[in-house]
């Protein structure tokens, strides 16, 4: 059945490359299933390889670490007000603050467990996404203040994040950072002595220095994902697929729902069995291609639900070697055997490449070349 291949001496690599890049501390992110590579596992490697803390959204992606026995310092930043702060508490992970309510949570379960919460208060810096907002800013840093002197938490940083940097020199980013220097000096201002300060996450820490600060966020460039288009990191992950079967038939035959597609001459197509269930996006109908018989074929065909169809016929001119059930086809690979990539598929499909990798389904079995 399809499964992924998950390089992680790539992961090892991007690491070092990154670290290098960042001149600073640098925190594995590892959300999402680490961007569908796995999480202990790109963790583990990262922090072999130059990373001293990692990133999560949700304390149960941090939990789930902690599970796995990994000791390094976490932060999770995305829950509601009524997630199991005790549980972090417990586990030594630390949380992120963008509101008021949020930090009357932590706090209060802190007072409930006795143990202090150490946190990174979160800034809005022009997304209107995650973070508190400039006019709540100030009073989130004198409530955080006045936590901290009664012992309830400890504010070890400040946090940000870009929304361009993907967009080397973009305005809207010059206009982030200076926002985020001034939350900086307002939470200096209230007492606190953030000793993290941490903004960029991968795009800025190839391409905007500036805004490195303390500690720098990667997570998609772990796994080699460029947002910014103009560095080679390694991509990890390869996808492959078996051929379940094979049949010839005539010009003018029609292939998959809604007959979407005619083939114009005797062809030969091969089934696969993945398709849109699995985290193949339906949007790349008509676009889309594998690696098979040595060279990239076409699906042709509506992508759907648990199967593709891949146009194998070989132009007379250029005969190869015959596609035979039980061959593998390569959906998705880094590109060096001339396969598509993670890039390609999200061309074909209107989106970015960190929607690809995060996509696959657990029918698509995950293994992993382990690297130390």
Not at 234 to 239: E, F, K, Q, Y
Not at 309 to 331: C, I, L, W
Request: net charge positive.
């Amino acid at each position: 059945m399809p499964t992924r291949h998950v390089d992680l001496a790539a992961v090892a690599a991007n690491t070092r490359l990154l670290s290098e890049r960042a001149g600073g501390a640098v925190m594995a992110v590892v959300k999402a299933d680490g961007f569908g590579h796995g999480a202990a596992a790109v963790a583990r490697t990262a922090l072999a390889h130059g990373a001293r803390s990692l990133g999560v959204t949700s304390i149960e992606e941090a939990l789930a670490l902690r599970r796995a026995g990994l000791t390094a310092p976490v932060l999770s930043w995305l829950n509601a007000p009524g997630a199991d702060f005790a549980a972090a508490l417990a586990a030594d992970v630390q949380t992120a603050v963008p509101s008021g309510r949020l930090l009357a949570a932590v706090a209060a379960a802190a007072g409930r467990t006795g143990r202090r919460a150490v946190v990174h208060l979160h800034a809005d810096v022009g997304m209107a996404r995650d973070g508190a907002a400039p006019q709540q800013w100030a009073r989130l840093c004198a409530d955080a203040a006045a936590a901290e002197r009664s012992g309830a938490v400890r504010v070890v940083g400040v946090m940000g994040h870009l929304g361009c940097a993907d967009r080397a020199d973009d305005p809207c980013d010059r206009d982030a950072a200076a926002r985020y220097r001034a939350a900086v000096d307002v939470a200096r201002a209230a007492g606190l002595r953030p000793r993290v300060r941490h903004l960029a996450a991968t795009a800025a820490v190839l391409d905007a220095p500036a805004t490195h600060f303390d500690l720098a966020r990667v997570g998609a460039g772990l796994v080699g994902i460029d947002p910014t288009g103009r560095r080679r990191l390694r991509p990890a992950l390869t996808v492959t697929a078996p051929v379940v079967g094979v049949r010839t038939v005539p010009a003018g035959s029609r292939v998959g729902y809604g007959h979407d597609h005619r083939v114009t001459r005797p062809s030969r197509l091969a089934l696969l069995p993945l398709g849109y269930a699995d985290g193949l996006p339906r949007t790349a109908t008509g676009r889309a291609a594998v690696l098979l018989g040595g060279r990239r074929r076409p699906l042709v065909g509506l992508v759907s639900m648990d199967q593709v169809v891949v146009d194998v016929t070989d132009p007379p001119s250029a005969p190869g070697p015959a596609v035979r059930a039980g061959d593998r086809a390569v959906v998705l690979g880094p590109g060096r055997a001339g396969e598509p990539t993670a890039e390609d598929w999200a061309r074909w499909s209107d989106t970015i490449p960190h929607e690809i990798v995060t996509g696959f389904g657990p029918r698509v079995r995950r293994f992993t070349e382990e690297y130390r």
